[in-house]
């Protein structure tokens, strides 16, 4: 049977709308992120690497903004994986009756839009009227109320909580998908040479699910990273802009027309991005090929 090959010329209208939307203005980002241009002057001029320097420099508060991203990223990677990792095999191996209703509702949180979950919990979170300390409370446990979202240091484990509920079912779903890929008939050896579920869920549930851990974890890294919507519904980067990210900074220095620091600071995250999702890819394969 011979393979047909289409003509190159079939991806020609592809390629173009690619580059125009996507390659070119990625190229005129990185120009632009050398330049001091603003919304200030029409006079765009070449200023080498001080949009970076400004970015890395202690005093204009990117450092503050990066270390809440990297901290939000990696608590909510790990949350995200260990919880969705254990929901999994609970539907999947504890769970037999209503097991598709109950994934139903855990993944209910991933198809609800973000505003709507954003709204909703800064209306429960409120440290006045909100669900959440008026329930506490009412059952006596006072000491628990806190400011969720005004304080400044409850506000960035409280946007944490909320991304984590949202997305701890999507991620779940596809570790389900990865559990049910594995043979059975790993498990039922195991059992016949005397290994536990502890035992077989550390060497074989874990080294077969790798490669699906490995797609969740960087998933949850580039969403991490470039985390904006819940962020800004939900405290706007307050109090004192103690949950501010990258991109809520991209964001507020577009809005104040320094477009050079922004495109830089795009730029800079974008090459990261990259990196670190090489980096964990690389590595991760590595752990499952031994």
């Known amino acids: 049977m011979k393979s047909r090959t289409y003509p190159f010329y079939f991806v020609i209208a592809a390629l173009v709308l690619y580059s125009l939307f996507f390659v070119i ?16 002057t029409t006079e765009i001029n070449w200023i080498g690497w001080k949009n970076f320097e400004t970015i890395f420099s202690s005093g204009q508060g990117y450092l503050n903004f990066i ?31 209503m097991a598709n209703v109950y994934r139903a509702i855990m993944y209910l949180p991933a198809v609800l839009p973000v505003l709507v979950i954003s709204l ?14 008026t329930s506490l409370r009412a059952v006596g446990l006072d000491f628990l109320a806190q400011k969720w979202l005004v304080d400044i240091h409850w506000a960035l ?28 008939d790993y498990y039922e050896a195991a059992a016949i040479d005397g290994a536990s579920r502890w035992q077989s869920f550390l060497h074989i549930t874990i080294p077969l699910l790798m490669p699906v ?16 919507d819940i962020v800004f519904v939900l405290t706007n980067g307050g109090p004192g802009r103690a949950t501010d990210t990258v991109y809520t900074a991209i964001f507020q220095d577009f809005s104040k027309g320094r477009y050079g620091v922004a495109t830089a600071l795009s730029s800079l995250l974008f090459l990261v991005m990259i990196a670190l999702g090489y980096l964990v890819i690389r590595f991760m394969h590595r752990e499952e090929v031994e």
Request: net charge positive; no cysteine.
């Open 25 to 40: 203005p990625s190229i005129m980002g990185f120009y632009y992120a050398f330049t001091d241009w603003n919304s200030y």
């Open 67 to 97: 270390k809440n991203t990297v901290v939000f990223t990696i608590v909510t990677i790990l949350l995200k994986t260990v919880l969705a990792l254990g929901l999994a095999v609970l539907l999947t191996e504890g769970v037999r009756r």
């Open 120 to 133: 909703i919990f800064k209306s429960i979170l409120n440290p006045a009227t909100g669900l959440l300390n």
């Open 157 to 184: 484990p409280s946007v944490i909580g909320v991304d984590t509920w949202r997305g701890v079912g999507y991620i779940m779903v596809i570790l389900i998908a990865g559990l049910h890929a594995i043979p059975k």
């Open 213 to 228: 851990l490995t797609v969740t974890t960087v998933l949850n890294l580039l969403y991490g990273l470039k985390v904006f």
